[in-house]
Every structure is written in structure tokens, then in C-alpha cells.
Nanobody
Framework: QVQLVESGGGLVQPGGSLRLSCAASGFTLNYDYVGWFRQAPGKEREGVSVILFRDGTTYYAGSMKGRFTISRDNAKNTVYLQMNDLKPKDTAVYYC?????????????????WGQGTQVTVSS
């Protein structure tokens, strides 16, 4: 069964950190771009960060750069999102997704496999 499973979300105070995981099963990520996206209540899903799994090339949405770090573990077929200095505006459901293509995209329609999402809440 082809699936992505996110974990690591939770409740954290402003300024805190979380590390999200996205584990793939049923397929290898070696040929994929893997993206982290988030969706806050009443808002559209937006891109956070993308990694080319094969060589680790990383991309960040402008506002995330510096606080968030995407990485991968080839042996575990897993992608991570380290989030530091979290702010209330980061509160959202975070999803990972994969795109099997030679080209990066930030368009959610171009990702064909999605995880179920993990809730991140930043609040004091």
C-alpha cells in the first residue's frame, strides 16, 4: 500500500520547536520531490518547504526560511521538518506530499500522494 504518514505534531508554546516526520511506505522516495504544506482554518493550503529526496536539495517558502529546516533519511525513506521559534501564525495542519517529476512545484495540484496531516498548535 502506497502511503505517507506524518507524525510529530502537537501543542507548543511560542518560541518552541517541533520536528515533524513523514514516513513513506509501499514506494521509494528516491525519484520524488517531497513537500511539506500547511493549512490553517479558513485558509488555502500553502507550501512550506520541499526537498528533492535523491540529492537533498532544499527549497523554502520565503517566510519559512531560517526557522524551518527540511531534511531526509534515505535509509528510513523519511522526510523531516524541523520547526524552530514557532509562532501562533504557524498553527495549522501540516501535510507531506510527494511529486514524481523532474521539476519542483509549489502547486498542491501537482502532488499526487498525501499524508493524513498532523496538527501543530502554537499557543501559550
Amino acid at each position: 500500500q502506497v502511503q505517507l504518514v506524518e507524525s510529530g505534531g502537537g501543542l507548543v508554546q511560542p518560541g518552541g520547536s517541533l520536528r515533524l516526520s513523514c514516513a513513506a511506505s509501499g514506494f521509494t522516495l528516491n525519484y520524488d520531490y517531497v513537500g511539506w504544506f500547511r493549512q490553517a482554518p479558513g485558509k488555502e493550503r500553502e507550501g512550506v518547504s520541499v526537498i528533492l529526496f535523491r540529492d537533498g536539495t532544499t527549497y523554502y517558502a520565503g517566510s519559512m526560511k531560517g526557522r524551518f529546516t527540511i531534511s531526509r533519511d534515505n535509509a528510513k525513506n523519511t522526510v523531516y521538518l524541523q520547526m524552530n521559534d514557532l509562532k501562533p501564525k504557524d498553527t495549522a495542519v501540516y501535510y507531506c506530499a510527494r511529486r514524481r517529476s523532474a521539476y519542483i512545484s509549489w502547486n498542491v495540484r501537482n502532488y499526487d500522494t498525501w499524508g493524513q496531516g498532523t496538527q501543530v498548535t502554537v499557543s501559550s
